[in-house]
């Protein structure tokens, strides 16, 4: 048997019941009551109520009061009354109420509760797993993203000088096929090239954020409101024809946060909500701004989408640097790799809750200045 540590004394100055109604009381509620008086086991009562066949056997077979009651009756004696779960034989736990009724007699109301420890203990061993996780998982992502920090910094160093090179050689030759009169193809040509130039120098300046090797900027107070408001008008586009995009943010607080960074942010969010929804979306089809809090120093802006959702391994693998369900050309999946990178670098946080065909919910949280 062991005697946890858990008590309580009552209250000062409470009058403890008679004896009669104190048994009248115990055997009225699901469980065993026992009467000692002057150390000795006089009554013991099995409720009507009570559904432990353990606990039945248990005390119909006592002679004795265990130790563990020995020490709880002169706890009780001291402080009144005073609750313990204590472990009996074959691992019966059980919660044991003991009342002082004089300076002689003292009452115990025993209650089943192995049941529900085993229950709390599998609750506990599984967010304990869960944790453990958690903390691999961050690890093996961390490793991964020193891995890439590597290979960035020299592939970005190795690209930045010919970028520069080709847009300046491309601007050149815009300027004499302009002035050569070119045909429209041939200029056309010369923009996609452009367009690749600006694709391959944002990936690069992406990889330096999401490395850690690029300046994410000084943190200043926010007003919230506008740069939402800014994000959206960004996104117009390619929430066209698809659905409306509703705001809840009326008294929205300021943020510690860098202002660019942020509308960089709500931009990605917003289009990979755009893009969950599809072009033939159906007319019930929305997303919604919604800024809460502050609570506990942090404001949280939710971005949430009534589009196709995500399975458990595309939720897993959506923050991971080039992890993409889009055709190519359509995503490079840096978006929320860059996103969270930059979120906590102002202190922020960023996650995902998401069901296959129940939408998605990107919660940003930031400190509130
Ligand atoms: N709101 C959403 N609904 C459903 N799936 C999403 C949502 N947001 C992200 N995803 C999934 O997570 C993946 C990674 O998203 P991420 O924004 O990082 O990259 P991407 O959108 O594919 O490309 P880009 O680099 O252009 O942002 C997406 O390809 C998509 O599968
Ligand atoms: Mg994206």
């Known amino acids: 048997m062991t005697l946890s540590t858990s008590s309580s004394p009552a209250g000062p100055g409470s009058s403890g019941p008679s004896a009669d109604e104190a048994l009248r009381l115990l055997h009225a509620v699901p469980g065993v009551a026992l009467l000692v008086r002057t150390g000795v086991l006089r009554h013991r009562f099995v409720s009507s109520v009570c559904s432990s066949v353990e606990l039945r056997a248990w005390a119909f077979a006592l002679e004795r009061l265990p130790q563990p009651f020995v020490e709880l009756a002169e706890a009780a004696r001291r402080a009144r009354s005073v609750v313990s ?41 599984a967010e304990r797993a869960r944790l453990a ?5 961050h690890r093996a992502s961390a490793e991964r993203l020193s891995a890439l920090a590597t290979v960035a910094e ?8 010919p970028l520069t090179w080709m ?14 009169g070119a045909t429209r193809e041939l200029l056309a040509a010369l923009d996609e090239a452009d367009e690749g130039v600006s694709r391959i120098a944002s990936v690069v300046r992406d990889l330096r954020v999401l490395t850690g090797r690029s300046d994410t900027g000084r943190l200043e ?31 929205a607080p300021d943020v510690r946060a860098h ?12 289009a990979n909500a755009a893009q969950a929804l599809g072009p033939a979306a159906p007319s019930d089809d929305r997303v919604d701004v919604r800024v809460l809090g502050p609570l506990e120093g942090r404001v949280v ?3 949430s989408d009534t589009g196709r959702g995500m399975d458990v391994e595309t939720l897993t693998r959506a923050f991971d640097p ?22 906590e670098a102002m202190g922020g946080r960023l996650d995902l809750e998401s069901a296959p065909g129940l939408g998605t919910t990107a919660r940003l949280s930031l400190p509130s200045a």
Do not use: C, K, M, Y
């Not at 020299?154 to 000088?161: A, D, K, L, M």
């Not at 202002?259 to 942010?265: G, H, I, R, S």
């Open 259 to 270: 202002e660019a960074n942020l509308v960089l942010v709500l931009v990605n969010l917003l």
């Open 133 to 137: 996780a958690q903390h691999l998982a």
């Open 221 to 251: 107070v926010v007003a919230l409101l506008p740069v939402i408001r800014a994000a959206i008008d960004a996104t117009v586009g390619v929430f066209r024809d698809r659905a409306p995009v509703v705001l809840h943010a009326e008294g």
């Open 322 to 343: 080039f992890f993409t369900t889009r055709p190519v050309n359509v995503g490079v999946g840096l978006g929320l790799a860059v996103s969270r990178a930059l979120v």
């Open 167 to 180: 847009r300046s050689n491309l601007e050149f030759v815009r300027g004499e096929l302009e002035r050569q």
């Open 301 to 303: 802006v939710e971005v």
């Open 85 to 125: 779960e204590v472990v009996l034989e074959h691992g019966l736990a059980v919660r044991v109420d003991a009342i002082a009724l004089t300076a002689d007699e003292v009452a115990f109301h025993v209650l089943d509760v192995t049941e529900q420890l085993r229950v709390e203990r599998q609750v506990l061993a």
């Open 154 to 161: 020299g592939v970005g160093h190795e690209i930045n000088n």
